[in-house]
């Protein structure tokens, strides 16, 4: 088993900055992929960003290519996500996953994945 907390969501104005980190326990952290995704109210749960087990692949989706960056630290057990420049249109609840050794290619589909957290609420103001 592995357990995923999420933190940093808040309330930010539009054009502001959040980092979302998520804290992973219970087994070799280095063995997952990890991925960010969100789902908005009434929407379904929407794919944005994933990360390798070394952090040297990266996938983002378009529509937060160039604002959102996905980051590690294996040495921390926590996966970070960076948002610059948000958009009402970010706001969603943020979830954080884990997948055992799947290829990081693989990552835009949430079937990919092992465990997921509890999600944090993002509300970007206009």
């Known amino acids: 088993q592995v357990q995923l907390v999420e933190s940093g969501g808040g309330l930010v104005q539009a054009g502001g900055s959040l980092r979302l980190s998520c804290a992973a326990s219970?087994?070799?952290?280095?063995?997952?992929?990890m991925g960010w995704f969100r789902q908005a109210p009434g929407k379904e749960r929407e794919f944005v960003a994933a990360?390798?087990?070394?952090?040297?692949?990266?996938y983002v989706a378009d529509s937060v290519k160039g604002r959102f960056t996905i980051s590690r630290d294996n040495t921390k057990n926590l996966v970070y996500l960076q948002m610059n420049n948000l958009k009402p249109e970010d706001t969603a609840v943020y979830y954080c996953?884990?997948?055992?050794?799947?290829?990081?290619?693989?990552?835009?589909?949430?079937?990919?994945?092992?465990?997921w957290g509890q999600g944090t609420q993002v509300t970007v103001s206009s």
């Open positions: 219970g087994r070799t952290f280095s063995d997952y992929t």
């Open positions: 996953a884990a997948a055992y050794k799947r290829p990081t290619e693989a990552g835009s589909r949430a079937e990919t994945y092992d465990y």
């Open positions: 990360i390798s087990r070394g952090g040297a692949l990266i």
